[in-house]
């Protein structure tokens, strides 16, 4: 099997904190098309990862090259022009506005009229608005939130409030979507869907990095799996090796395996 | 709640037949009203009502509390009226001359936004309606210093003067009103005015949107502060003499009370707040020493048992859809591509 186009070339990351090393020369590669995973421990880095491919944080050491540019340390809003996106651990959505507002908000980049034209209300707004009312639509259809189209992101259930957040970031036609732990809250028939969808995604030619905890999500969407823990890269590999992997399985359950050599 | 969705829905059914009415109301209401006091009254909440209009689209929509907007509408009432009692301008003109250099002040106060949120940009604001009154007061060659700009002339329109006896005023009032209505219905159904809100809820959020924050956050102050210059232009030519004290704090938080009792982020409550709090005082002129006192006790009612304000609820309606919009939803497939990929995938 011939190896995709490289989407996305971390090198060598580095975020300091004051004292503590956050995270700590991370490397990792993604190939477009793929669904790879980062997992690890509580406080291990992942989200300071996230952070820094999104222009968040700037990178201490290393570079971010993604599509052959190099992106670390650049403005927020340009890593989204460029094709990233990003769900956030602890749910950001507009909660005073409508799920359609979120949507089309997610698609403001992509939303090519100016200032006056939307005063004026010209043809050019009218069917640029229709175009993308009607994609926020599709899109709300086939990730099944559209029977909440109208309602308040806030009231929108947990699970709901993730999915919005997904849809929000792939409306502003990233090609590279970031999910930060999309399964936390979700019961298992949400997480069984939101498998379908993330490989819905995949077949339609996105690609994924995700964090995540729930190990039947990673075990089955991922291509690859990074592993890292107090900031330093400790494995990687296919799923079935990280299954595997004993310095894994150690960073996972620490003293809990000690313990039971012990016995 | 369910009192609100069975109101929106009887609205929304009888929109055209309410619209009509309420504008035959309003063209008819001088002719009711039957006195000059009373019309004067009538100007005076129709130009409250723009500047809440401006404010809300900072405070309300942006999420930016201001308490200097009195320095916006100071700019608007002091260019429009120096340039018709001293170079002769017609009204409409020195208006627009007005909006342009308040919007240009707009983009100075926006400017520190890059770098200061929440109660210290309130602080720098207030500040700023501070300076702007010191300037009335001391740029005694251009403003008249504390003496302040007399006989401001009427509008006049044809060379037809548009005054509180002949009703013009209050009808270019209600021009003014719905077309800067209008004007705020179209910012605010738009990317620009779902960009505000995204902005007003979740900053880190909205830039990760790419929104552009800074450029966005300039564009309210700037669209707020043409609002309220316009409303200063209009106020002056209705009170015919302006001052450095016409426009200070009380000013500036009279503006903002409006908009929070009527509600923030929504344009049907500027009406009602600034009808409520410009006729309140009009009609309990003998409450003259407390009506201080009295602001005070019906802000803190508010924020105690409605925060959101008297019109400030949140719509029951579907959102709006075009007509195009809804036939392609009917035939839409939700196993459809979604084809929203910017760059060709590779
Ligand atoms: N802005 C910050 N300032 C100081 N320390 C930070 C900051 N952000 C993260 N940290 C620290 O960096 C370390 C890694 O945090 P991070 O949020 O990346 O972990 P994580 O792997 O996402 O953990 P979790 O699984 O709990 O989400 C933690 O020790 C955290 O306290
Ligand atoms: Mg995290």
């Not at chain 1, 707004?125 to 599709?138: P, V």
């Not at chain 1, 004993?246 to 996972?252: L, N, Q």
């Not at chain 2, 207030?126 to 251009?142: C, D, H, P, R, Y």
């Not at chain 2, 060379?159 to 719905?178: K, S």
């Amino acid at each position: 099997m011939a190896e995709k186009e490289v989407l996305l070339k971390v090198d060598n990351i580095t975020k300091r904190f004051g004292g503590i090393v956050a995270v700590d020369h991370v490397s990792c590669t993604v190939r477009k098309g793929e669904v790879v995973s980062i997992i690890g421990p509580n406080g291990a880095g992942k989200t300071t990862v996230f952070n820094m491919l999104t222009g968040v944080y700037e990178v201490d050491e290393g570079e971010i090259i993604f599509n052959g540019n190099p992106i670390h340390n650049k403005d927020p809003k340009e890593i989204v022009a460029a094709g990233i996106s990003r769900t956030f651990q602890n749910i950001r959505l507009f909660s005073d506005l409508r799920v359609i507002e979120n949507v089309l908000i997610g698609a403001h980049i992509k939303t090519k009229y100016n200032f006056f034209q939307s005063v004026f209300r010209t043809k050019k707004f009218r069917e640029e608005e229709d175009k993308k009312t009607a994609e926020a639509i599709q899109l709300l259809k086939s990730i099944g939130l559209d029977y909440r189209r109208d309602d308040y992101a806030s009231n929108l259930p947990y699970g709901e409030q993730r999915k919005l957040e997904i849809t929000r970031a792939i409306a502003t036609g990233a090609q590279l979507i970031l999910l930060d732990e999309p399964a936390a809250g979700m019961n298992p028939q949400e997480s069984a869907e939101l498998m379908e969808f993330i490989n819905k995604l995949k077949d339609q030619g996105y690609t994924i990095l995700m964090i995540e905890h729930d190990m039947s999500v990673v075990m089955n969407v991922s291509d690859r799996i990074y592993v890292i823990d107090h900031g330093k890269p400790i494995a990687e590999g296919l799923p079935e090796e990280i299954a595997n992997n004993p310095k894994v399985i150690e960073a996972y359950l620490g003293g809990v395996q000690n313990d039971a050599e012990d016995q | 709640m369910n009192f609100v969705h069975t109101m929106e829905t009887f609205v929304e059914g009888k929109k055209k037949i309410l619209l009509i009415l309420l504008a035959v109301f309003l063209i008819a209401l001088p002719y009711m009203l039957n006195s000059q006091y009373l019309v004067t009254v009538a100007v005076k909440i129709g130009s409250y009502t723009l500047l809440a209009l401006g404010l809300n689209v900072l405070t309300g929509y942006t999420g930016l509390v201001s308490l200097g907007h009195a320095g916006f509408v100071a700019i608007g009432a002091y260019t429009s009226s120096l340039c018709a009692v001293k170079l002769g301008m017609n009204f409409f003109a020195s208006m627009i001359l007005g909006m342009v250099v308040a919007g240009l002040a707009g983009v100075l106060l926006g400017l520190p936004t890059m770098r200061v949120t929440g109660t210290y940009l309130s602080i720098i604001t207030l500040g700023f309606g501070e300076i702007i009154k010191m300037i009335a007061m001391n740029w005694s060659s251009v403003t008249n210093g504390t003496l302040g700009v007399k006989n401001i002339p009427r509008p006049s329109i044809f060379g037809y003067d548009l005054t509180i006896a002949n009703n013009g005023l209050y009808y270019l009032m209600l021009v003014l009103v719905l077309i800067t209505t209008l004007f705020c219905i179209a910012v605010v159904k738009s990317k620009t005015g779902r960009a505000f809100q995204a902005i007003r809820a979740d900053e880190l959020a909205s830039t990760m949107m790419g929104i552009n924050i800074t450029s966005y956050k300039i564009l309210s102050f700037v669209i707020s502060a043409c609002i309220c210059a316009l409303g200063g232009a209009l106020y002056a030519s209705l009170i015919g003499y302006i001052d450095p004290n016409t426009f200070n704090f009380d000013v500036s938080t009279l503006i903002l009370s409006i908009v929070i009792l009527g509600g923030m982020g929504t344009i049907r409550g500027m009406f009602v707040g600034a009808a409520i709090l410009i006729a309140f005082p009009e009609v309990s002129r003998f409450l003259m020493e407390y009506r201080f006192v009295l602001y005070g006790v019906i802000l803190v009612l508010m924020m105690r048992f409605r925060p959101q304000g008297i019109m400030g609820w949140k719509s029951t309606m579907p959102y709006r859809l075009s007509k195009n919009v809804k036939e392609q939803v009917e035939k839409m497939d939700k196993n459809a591509p979604l084809n929203l990929l910017n760059e060709t995938k590779g």
